[in-house]
């Protein structure tokens, strides 16, 4: 049988894709070598948001006196935190595949490798059986990057280094975790240990954790872990990784620190070896697959979406991108738009962020105005949050008066980010979004708060 559609990955935009393609009625078949959901569902965003919420209840409890309410005897099951995590996966890998179903895709378990052309369709194999298609997308994910720091492979081994997905399923919290890279993942598993009472320490090499996030915001998000007891080496350098420990260098000295298990988390990179492109002669760059706006290779009728395109390593750019490759399959008008993507980082509090930051838009030469907040302006975040210093930031056109970014340093900040994204891309000004209602109290009134001030 030839398909419309052979979709390679089962993460969040080959499993969108299947499902959008096969809803508009291509035949779809959708292979996945693990376990549909791909890391978001099953090593990424779910599991971990599943144990920082248990991190939550934990941090809320410990401070409950501040709010009148009074805790003893408080402590935390991991194994109990780490098996729900399984059942929260478990439910949602079950209504992927459901929809997958309900959409029409074939769900083929397996891995797929494109083996080249058979007449005018593209030939992929999977356990030995030929599928052909007319269109490929190619959704295979990413994988951790592992530098060539001795003892570090010979760890992975042993298992006493961790990547984000082993990290997930240890049975018992370790009693010093050391973690390789301040990122994203870096950052929310170091939450995570720090509130459940491992020791954390934190080695990244740059002069700053947190990636390209508003300099100001990210500091008084490291002072605050500081307070809890993250100990960060910044602008360290990792020499070697033993059996029982890390060495840095750090200004020019050597340092070493024990750990029971070092988590490595210094970025991850597009799986695009094994895949057979070279097959089809797909273009590549440095190790990810080159793709235009509609999500199109160089090569006509193979698309890539996802993280194996390395534009925006993000399970909801995935998701836009999964549909504007198939309406662009369905020949229907659609772009890709990278301007208005937010980003989280889901520590206590949030670090959420959209479009230019204050420094961005000053590289790029844009004329912007930053109002900055602090989050008392906003009533219910100081009827939630005794002693809370955060901040929210606005950047703004100088000319056109339209919001260019926001930075938000508080809880449930990832739950209203998305406002200031729909600001920037319908390309409101300050005085449009002025008259937009708010509703009252909530934290994301703050957005309101700090457009008055401008
Ligand atoms: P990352 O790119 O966010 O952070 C890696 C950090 O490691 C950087 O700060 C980098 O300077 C540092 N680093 C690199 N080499 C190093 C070395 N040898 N020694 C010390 N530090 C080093 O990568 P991360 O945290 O691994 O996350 C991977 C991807 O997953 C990211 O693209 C991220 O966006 C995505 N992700 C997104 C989440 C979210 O949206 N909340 C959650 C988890 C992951």
Same mark, same amino acid.
Not at 11 to 40: D, F, I, N, Q
Not at 84 to 111: M, P, Q, Y
Not at 133 to 150: D, F, H
Not at 310 to 329: D, F, P, Q, W
């Given at each position: 049988?030839?398909?419309?559609?052979?979709?390679?990955?089962? !993460?969040?935009?080959?499993? /969108? $894709? @299947?499902?959008?393609?096969?809803?508009?009625?291509?035949?779809?078949?959708?292979? %996945? #070598?693990?376990?549909?959901?791909?890391?978001?569902?099953?090593?990424?965003?779910?599991?971990?948001?599943?144990?920082?919420?248990?991190?939550?209840?934990?941090?809320?409890?410990?401070?409950?006196?501040?709010?009148?309410?009074?805790?003893?005897?408080?402590?935390?099951?991991?194994?109990?935190?780490?098996?729900?995590?399984?059942?929260?996966?478990?439910?949602?890998?079950?209504?992927?595949?459901?929809?997958?179903?309900?959409?029409?895709?074939?769900?083929?378990?397996?891995?797929?490798?494109?083996?080249?052309?058979?007449?005018?369709?593209?030939?992929?194999?999977?356990?030995?059986?030929?599928?052909?298609?007319?269109?490929?997308?190619?959704?295979?994910?990413?994988?951790?990057?592992?530098?060539?720091?001795? !003892?570090?492979?010979?760890? /992975? $081994? @042993?298992?006493?280094?961790?990547?984000?997905?082993?990290?997930?399923?240890?049975? %018992? #919290?370790?009693?010093?975790?050391?973690?390789?890279?301040?990122?994203?993942?870096?950052?929310?598993?170091?939450?995570?240990?720090?509130?459940?009472?491992?020791?954390?320490?934190?080695?990244?090499?740059?002069?700053?954790?947190?990636?390209?996030?508003?300099?100001?915001?990210?500091?008084?998000?490291?002072?605050?872990?500081?307070?809890?007891?993250?100990?960060?080496?910044?602008?360290?350098?990792?020499?070697?990784?033993?059996?029982?420990?890390?060495?840095?260098?750090?200004?020019?000295?050597?340092?070493?620190?024990?750990?029971?298990?070092?988590?490595?988390?210094?970025?991850?990179?597009?799986?695009?070896?094994?895949?057979?492109?070279?097959?089809?002669?797909?273009?590549?760059?440095?190790?990810?697959?080159?793709?235009?706006?509609?999500?199109?290779?160089?090569?006509?009728?193979?698309?890539?979406?996802?993280?194996?395109?390395?534009?925006?390593?993000?399970?909801?750019?995935?998701?836009?991108?999964?549909?504007?490759?198939?309406?662009?399959?369905?020949?229907?008008?659609?772009?890709?738009?990278?301007?208005?993507?937010?980003?989280?980082?889901?520590?206590?509090?949030?670090?959420?962020?959209?479009?230019?930051?204050?420094?961005?838009?000053?590289?790029?030469?844009?004329?912007?105005?930053?109002?900055?907040?602090?989050?008392?302006?906003?009533?219910?975040?100081?009827?939630?949050?005794?002693?809370?210093?955060?901040?929210?930031?606005?950047?703004?056109?100088?000319?056109?008066?339209?919001?260019?970014?926001?930075?938000?340093?508080?809880?449930?900040?990832?739950?209203?980010?998305?406002?200031?994204?729909?600001?920037?891309?319908?390309?409101?000004?300050?005085?449009?979004?002025?008259?937009?209602?708010?509703?009252?109290?909530?934290?994301?009134?703050?957005?309101?708060?700090?457009?008055?001030?401008?």
């Amino acid at each position: 049988m030839v398909y419309d559609l052979i979709v390679l990955g089962g !993460g969040p935009a080959g499993y /969108l $894709a @299947s499902e959008r393609a096969g809803h508009a009625g291509m035949k779809v078949a959708c292979v %996945e #070598k693990r376990s549909v959901g791909g890391v978001c569902l099953n090593e990424g965003c779910i599991p971990t948001k599943t144990l920082l919420y248990s991190a939550k209840l934990l941090d809320g409890a410990a401070h409950g006196d501040k709010y009148g309410v009074r805790t003893e005897g408080l402590s935390i099951d991991h194994a109990k935190v780490v098996a729900r995590k399984d059942k929260v996966v478990k439910t949602l890998v079950a209504g992927v595949k459901s929809s997958l179903k309900a959409n029409g895709v074939e769900l083929i378990s397996g891995e797929g490798v494109i083996i080249g052309k058979y007449e005018e369709d593209f030939a992929v194999k999977v356990n030995e059986e030929i599928l052909t298609g007319k269109q490929l997308l190619i959704a295979t994910g990413s994988s951790p990057a592992v530098p060539p720091i001795p !003892g570090l492979k010979e760890g /992975l $081994a @042993s298992g006493f280094v961790l990547t984000n997905r082993e990290i997930l399923d240890i049975k %018992e #919290k370790p009693g010093s975790l050391v973690v390789i890279g301040g990122g994203v993942i870096g950052l929310e598993m170091a939450s995570y240990f720090n509130s459940v009472g491992t020791k954390v320490t934190v080695i990244e090499m740059l002069d700053h954790i947190a990636g390209e996030n508003d300099p100001e915001l990210v500091g008084l998000l490291q002072k605050g872990y500081e307070k809890k007891g993250i100990v960060f080496h910044l602008n360290s350098k990792v020499t070697e990784v033993s059996e029982d420990g890390v060495t840095f260098e750090k200004g020019g000295e050597s340092q070493r620190i024990a750990a029971d298990k070092v988590l490595l988390s210094i970025g991850r990179r597009p799986n695009t070896s094994g895949v057979g492109l070279e097959t089809i002669h797909v273009y590549t760059e440095r190790g990810a697959i080159v793709t235009d706006n509609r999500m199109k290779t160089n090569i006509p009728g193979v698309y890539a979406a996802g993280d194996v395109n390395g534009k925006s390593m993000l399970a909801h750019t995935a998701y836009r991108e999964a549909e504007v490759a198939v309406n662009n399959m369905l020949s229907k008008k659609d772009v890709m738009r990278y301007n208005a993507i937010p980003g989280v980082i889901y520590t206590n509090p949030e670090l959420s962020s959209v479009g230019e930051t204050e420094f961005s838009a000053l590289g790029k030469g844009l004329k912007a105005d930053v109002v900055k907040v602090p989050m008392r302006f906003s009533g219910r975040y100081i009827a939630e949050n005794e002693g809370g210093d955060g901040i929210a930031k606005l950047v703004i056109d100088k000319s056109s008066r339209t919001l260019l970014g926001a930075q938000v340093l508080s809880n449930y900040s990832s739950e209203f980010i998305v406002a200031c994204s729909t600001f920037i891309e319908l390309q409101l000004t300050v005085d449009d979004i002025k008259e937009i209602v708010f509703p009252h109290p909530t934290v994301c009134e703050i957005i309101r708060e700090a457009i008055f001030q401008y």
